[in-house]
């Protein structure tokens, strides 16, 4: 079975800057796209940043210019560099990722990370 896990968020002040770290392991054969979640408290999870194998990009207008998307193919992970964070920015960031893995026969489907809290605050 894969696995999605995030690393790197925590507390900063505004104005700050984080990395997040998505690491993806198992009997990955593929990974399409990955990406960036989030989801602050009552409401509803948008995406930050996506990309798709061969460099194609997408932000929430709420982060461009802020936050950067990249991503190591050898390691099979992928980074999220958070610059001029905001109060606005608060949430639980989730990984995501289409893989295609091996499970018997080969197979694709979307994963999850467990997420991890990031929080913008004096």
């Known amino acids: 079975q894969v696995q999605l896990v995030e690393s790197g968020g925590g507390l900063v002040q505004p104005g700050g800057s984080l990395r997040l770290s998505c690491a993806a392991s198992?009997?990955?054969?593929?990974?399409?796209?990955m990406g960036w979640y989030r989801q602050a408290p009552g409401k509803q999870r948008e995406l930050v940043a996506s990309m798709v194998s061969g460099g194609n990009f997408n932000y929430a207008d709420s982060v461009k210019g802020r936050f950067t998307i990249s991503r190591d193919n050898a390691k099979n992970t992928v980074y999220l560099q958070m610059n001029s964070l905001k109060p606005e920015d608060t949430a639980v960031y989730y990984c995501?990722?289409?893989?295609?893995?091996?499970?018997?026969?080969?197979?694709?489907?979307?994963?999850w990370g467990p997420g991890t809290q990031v929080t913008v605050s004096s």
């Open positions: 995501n990722a289409d893989i295609g893995y091996f499970r018997v026969s080969f197979r694709r489907a979307p994963f």
């Open positions: 198992g009997s990955i054969t593929s990974i399409y796209s």
